[in-house]
């Protein structure tokens, strides 16, 4: 029988195996998400939000277990897998108190009576969801969907079927009718035969690139609706009016949370020359000084990647740019220890067509560059195939915000990192996908957007 395998990154040790589902089993799962689906779009918002108010309830009243699950099976520090969990019941929250002002109908003036537009559920919709925010990037897909009125299944990455559970346990004890959401425990083969499915109205995939040209791919071959959230390589500008030891906490936070593993993590430092060498200088201190440790330690700044192989696949991304030129300034080298661990590492003297410039590093490696100007800042931060996030670390906000709307990526965050929020959209362009989460934009995904006109 063929099972998805749970190991644990910092001991490498197996957690659990579970049982992939059948092709029979998932047609059946299929089926009743189509059935409940049939009952919940009659549902009214209100009662609607009121399952969505008892999931967040669910998801703090079990924060600790939930959390200690999300951190054995993907690496992350307990902390911050705590809160990932509080924002879990934040966003199931907001779309239960908004999401009748975020559907409203639209009333448009012309010759008619009466005309307006109306957004109305779709149906099941397949949700491809990765193992960097195992709960999470779920929850901001589901919360909405759901209260639009939709079903939903899930295919979540193998090494975090855990949570999957989890999360259908979680809408099980919230009390959700039987069938609306169903975790599926399959392979990525079998992804094409889900999405052919006459039932699977759309798909959402959270992922690589990849990942996502192949899921469009077949998406667009059976005429299914898509939105994709993939990969980045944001660009952090760096100006000569900053103050240098925030901007170091900002930059070393953001490129080290999650243990590097974050698709809106700050990966490219672009900085003015002007303070290039006392930022780098600060920098590579503060690296230096973040304590790798168990994720479980309190005293841990980061913790180890999520698997053994992806923890190789980023070292010869290190390997590979210093044979194209590039500088290791700082780490890059594999512990002498068991468990995914990969140290701080910076690399420096970076161009287009390196690889520490052109592909996202998914893990804790910064790419620092210097800058002439502020013109060849933005452009160095546009010379990538991503635009996920980008941001600005300034003394002057207005500067910043110039600065912001140049840069070619679907967020742009002046003296912040990029973060998603349910009030706002949350996407990228270029070949970080297309389509938009969250906020009213993200809940309108997927639903029909129907004209009425009434003579």
């Given at each position: 029988m063929e099972v998805a395998k749970s190991i644990n990154p910092a001991t490498e040790e197996l957690i659990k195996e579970y049982p992939r589902h059948s092709k029979?089993?998932?047609?059946?799962?299929?089926?009743?998400?189509?059935?409940?689906?049939?009952?919940?779009?009659?549902e009214t918002l209100s009662e609607r939000s009121k399952y969505l108010h008892r999931l967040a309830?669910?998801?703090?009243?079990?924060?600790e277990v939930y959390a200690e699950l999300a951190t054995d099976e993907m690496g992350k520090l307990l902390k911050q897998s705590q809160s990932e969990i509080e924002k879990c019941a934040w966003v199931c929250r907001y779309y239960a108190d908004n999401a009748e002002k975020l559907l409203a109908k639209e009333e448009v003036k012309t010759e008619a009576t009466k005309s307006y537009v109306t957004f109305q559920p779709l149906g099941v919709v397949?949700?491809?969801?990765?193992?960097?925010?195992?709960f999470y990037q779920v929850i901001r897909f589901l919360a909405p969907a759901l209260m639009a009125g939709n079903a939903a299944l899930l295919k979540h990455a193998s090494n975090v079927q855990g949570c999957a559970y989890a999360i259908e346990a979680a809408m099980e004890k919230a009390g959700f009718p039987e069938g609306l959401f169903a975790n599926l425990n399959v392979g990525s083969s079998?992804?094409?035969?889900?999405?052919?499915?006459?039932?699977?109205?759309?798909?959402?995939?959270?992922?690589?690139?990849?990942?996502?040209?192949?899921?469009?791919?077949?998406?667009?071959?059976?005429?299914?609706?898509?939105?994709?959230?993939?990969?980045?390589s944001d660009a952090y500008i760096i100006l000569d009016d900053v103050d240098l030891d925030t901007a170091v906490e900002t930059a070393v936070f953001g490129r080290?949370?999650?243990?590097?593993?974050?698709?809106?993590?700050?990966?490219?430092?672009?900085?003015?020359?002007?303070?290039?060498?006392?930022?780098?200088?600060?920098?590579?201190?503060?690296?230096?000084?973040?304590?790798?440790?168990?994720p479980k330690d309190e005293n841990s700044f980061y913790g180890p990647m999520a698997r053994v192989d992806l923890r190789d696949e980023l070292h010869q991304q290190v390997l590979k740019t210093v044979s194209q030129g590039g500088t290791l300034h700082l780490g890059g080298e594999v512990p002498d220890r068991k468990g995914a661990y990969y140290p701080a590492t910076i690399l420096t003297n970076l161009k287009p067509g390196m690889v520490g410039f052109d592909e996202e590093l998914f893990g804790p490696v910064a790419s620092v560059i210097k800058a002439k100007n502020e013109a060849e800042a933005i452009s160095l931060a546009n010379a990538t195939n991503f635009g996920l996030g980008a941001g600005v670390l300034t003394g002057n906000k207005e500067r910043g915000e110039k600065i912001a709307l140049q840069l070619e990526a679907g967020n742009a965050f002046v003296n912040k990192l990029v973060a998603s929020d349910p009030r706002l959209p949350f996407g990228g362009i270029k070949n970080s996908g297309y389509g938009r989460e969250l906020s009213s934009h993200g809940i309108?995904?997927?639903?029909?957007?129907k004209t009425i006109w009434v003579d």
């Open positions: 029979e089993e998932v047609i059946l799962k299929i089926k009743q998400a189509n059935n409940a689906y049939i009952k919940w779009k009659g309830d669910v998801l703090e009243k079990n924060k397949l949700a491809v969801m990765p193992w960097n925010f195992p079998a992804i094409e035969d889900v999405i052919a499915n006459d039932t699977i109205v759309a798909v959402t995939l959270t992922g690589s690139e990849p990942a996502g040209r192949s899921v469009a791919k077949i998406a667009g071959k059976h005429l299914k609706k898509s939105v994709l959230e993939l990969g980045g080290l949370q999650n243990n590097g593993q974050t698709c809106i993590a700050a990966k490219r430092f672009i900085v003015l020359e002007e303070v290039y060498d006392a930022f780098l200088e600060k920098f590579t201190k503060r690296m230096e000084n973040a304590i790798l440790g168990e309108r995904e997927f639903t029909n957007t």
